[in-house]
């Protein structure tokens, strides 16, 4: 039996969004994730994104805000996390900014699983190519807070969501344990790098997330690149939270609707704990 996370920038309201939400959720139905990460959800004045795109299907859900929206007061701008199991408790962090309008949040759950608590965070960093310096600081906080609310003795802290950043910059680097950042380091598995689909056709055996096959993504002429990510702790002797498998998903288009601008990942965790049979 295996744990299946799944992270998602849903892209807020962009686009044809009540055409786009029922393709999200038919991935979901796909897929059929333990839990899930949901970055660029919009909550406030009659709307819950996350709700909407998950519909009756027997998850629950929690958000957590990074920012309201200058041009749109009554909305608040944030990540969200879908879980099967009852969550049990949540904290949900302010990120490092630059002092302006934009700003950004970490939200971390503990998740009442079969197989024990489960530690999850989600998160979604600054966008500009040039603000590598604010997702350094960043990516501190929230490896620092995945790693305070773990629990102990079962499943590795799992992370989430949306980095913008790609994965020989600092900011990876230093969630890899690749490198050091005001003296300090950790170590997460990229679940890509573990056990990424890479024998897959094209960009999705590159893991790419931001692609300029997405006409959504192609307007902004910006370069086709991995930036969303699920980490994991290491699983320990026992094998428990050992990453299985890792692919890109809603990446597929539907009479010209895609899911949203990004592409998703969805990686598989064991549940098993492996250390009875060891000798």
Known sequence: MSLKVLTLNVWHDQGPWHARAPLISRWIDRLQPDLIGFQEIL??????????????????TDFGAAMVLPDRKHLRFGNAIASRWPILDREEVQLPDRGDWETRAALSVTVDSPHGPIGFTCTHLHWQFNHG???????????????????????????????????????????????????????????WEVAGD???????????????????????????????YVFAGLPGRAGVGRIES??????????GIWPTDHFGVIAELTTEDRSAGDS
């Open 246 to 255: 890792c692919r890109v998903v809603c990446n597929e288009g539907d009479d």
């Open 133 to 191: 310096f604010i997702r350094e600081k960043q990516v501190v906080e929230v490896a620092d807070l995945a790693w305070r609310r773990r629990p102990r003795n079962g499943f590795p802290p799992i992370i989430a969501g949306d980095f913008n950043a790609e994965p020989d910059s600092d900011e990876i680097r230093y969630l890899k344990g690749l490198h050091s950042i005001g003296g300090r380091s950790v170590a997460f598995l990229d679940a």
């Open 198 to 228: 890479h024998a897959a056709p094209g960009e999705e055996g590159r893991g790419i997330t931001w692609s300029n096959r997405n006409p959504y993504a192609r307007v902004e002429n910006e370069p086709r690149r991995r930036i969303d």
């Open 43 to 60: 909550v406030g004045d009659g709307v819950d994104q996350a709700r909407e795109i998950i519909g009756d299907r027997p998850y629950e």
